[in-house]
């Protein structure tokens, strides 16, 4: 190991550190109103626009909602769609519906992600255009949320919404595409497993079931 990559590597307790972060984080429904400090949203916002993108395209747009009207726009939106969601679980119906499926009212911020217009970055998406912008994106949202861990915030993502009713109350340009409205604030507590495993409504698979050699897990 030469000397310039000895002086960047990390400590065994920075490195602990790190898997303790990726392992606390969790999708948070509950929210305790409060605020979130100017420096650390900007901090957390510094972490998803740090994010790998394919081709370095960039392609995340983040919106910062501050008029409550807009967000009680944005409640009615995702009510709609877990009412039509619900249409589709037969069996689970009433389960689901108890769910809580979003904090958008109680959080101290809501950031809209949005997937900007295509700008024809070719580098490595020829073949999976979108895709590829999405997962870029994805990225950008996973540091957010591993940042405000960090920050001891809890953030949640709420995917409840047709994206065409959202790029309109945002303005959006044509061709592009809204994919999260993360909820962003205080917790009195962080869930100790990921709330739909809590509620019973999914496991974690065990890691057997999702790791193979050579060929697709069987």
């Known amino acids: 190991m030469s ?9 065994e307790s920075e490195r602990d550190i790190i898997y303790r972060v990726i392992h606390a984080r969790r999708d948070m429904r509950h929210f305790s109103g409060g605020s979130v400090e100017a420096e650390a949203l900007a901090r957390i916002l510094a972490a998803g626009h740090a994010a790998p993108s394919v081709g370095f395209m960039q392609p995340w747009r983040f919106v910062r909602i501050t008029s409550n009207p807009l967000r009680e ?3 009615t939106l995702v ?4 009412l039509r969601t619900s249409e ?15 904090g958008i009212r109680d959080c101290a911020e809501l950031i809209a992600v949005v997937l900007a217009p295509d700008d024809g970055t070719l580098f490595g998406r020829r073949t999976m255009p979108e895709e590829m912008a999405l997962c870029s994106t994805s990225c950008a949202i996973e540091n957010m949320w591993l940042a405000a861990r960090a920050e001891n915030l809890g953030m949640g993502w709420v995917s409840f919404f047709e994206p065409g009713d959202v790029a309109t109350l945002l303005n959006c340009p044509e061709g592009s595409k809204p994919i999260a409205l993360l909820c962003l604030g205080p917790v009195k507590t962080f869930y100790d497993k990921p709330l739909l495993e809590s509620e019973g409504w999914r496991n974690r698979e065990a890691m057997d079931v999702v790791l193979a050699e050579d060929s697709y897990p069987l």
């Open 3 to 11: 000397e310039h990559v000895k002086q960047q590597a990390f400590s």
């Open 73 to 75: 726009q944005l409640v």
């Open 79 to 82: 009510e709609q769609e877990k």
């Open 88 to 102: 589709q679980m037969d069996a689970r119906k009433a389960e689901f519906m108890r769910l809580k499926v979003e």
